[in-house]
């Protein structure tokens, strides 16, 4: 069973109707019980960061997500998601993250192309990942983003794509993988990703 974390900003039901078509048992849920029970989980999110990190506090589930990176089971952040996963984020000053991974977030610059980065992107992917694996050459997947990550240290980024310049957008280190693009809403490549992740 995957649980698909519900603390009030998430797109849930794209991301569980993805499971349901790979014919996978999901449960969106905000209890820490079953969290920290299931076999995997799904940290998905939309929206800003400051926001995101108040709800998972009110709820604790910020030391739920943190006990799932340690316990060793998979843990899968999307889009806001991943961004939450860092120590901190632009678009929210002082706000600290869950400190997952090591480095900030910050806003996607100005080089005469639309912000936020809406649309298809093609990716390189930067290392051995065992997400990322089996999607050809080029995979093309869906961005909705105006911020994108820069770690501290670029082992972890497993990677990337061209908008204006070279962005982190994409992260793997043990059991814990995270995507800036939306994998449930990526055709055949997201589900290739969902599937990987699925038979870990």
């Not at 849930?12 to 029970?37: Q, R, Y």
């Not at 806001?80 to 900030?104: D, N, V, W, Y």
Request: aromatic letters at 8%; a negative charge.
């Amino acid at each position: 069973m995957i649980a698909i974390i519900d603390y009030g900003a998430g797109n849930l039901h794209s991301v569980k109707n993805a499971l349901d078509f790979l014919g996978e048992p999901s449960v969106i849920t905000g209890d820490a019980n079953e969290i920290l029970a299931a076999d995997k989980v799904i940290l998905p999110g939309v929206g800003a960061f400051g926001d995101a990190m108040d709800c998972l506090k009110k709820n604790n589930l910020d030391e739920v997500v943190c006990r799932v990176a340690q316990s060793g089971t998979p843990l899968l952040g999307i889009c806001l998601g991943l961004q939450l996963m860092f120590e901190e984020s632009e678009e929210a000053p002082g706000i600290k993250g869950l400190g997952i991974f090591k480095g900030k977030i910050i806003k996607i610059p100005d080089r005469g192309l639309k912000i936020p980065h809406i649309g298809w992107n093609d990716i390189a992917v930067s290392k051995e990942s065992k997400i990322l694996k089996g999607l050809g050459e080029k995979p093309f997947v869906y961005f909705v983003h105006s911020y994108y990550l820069k770690a501290k240290d670029e082992k972890v980024v497993s990677a990337y794509t061209e908008y204006g310049e070279k962005l982190g957008i994409a992260v793997e280190e043990g059991n814990v993988f995270a995507t800036q693009f939306h994998p449930e809403k990526s055709g055949s490549t997201g589900m290739q990703i969902l599937k990987n992740f699925i038979s870990l």
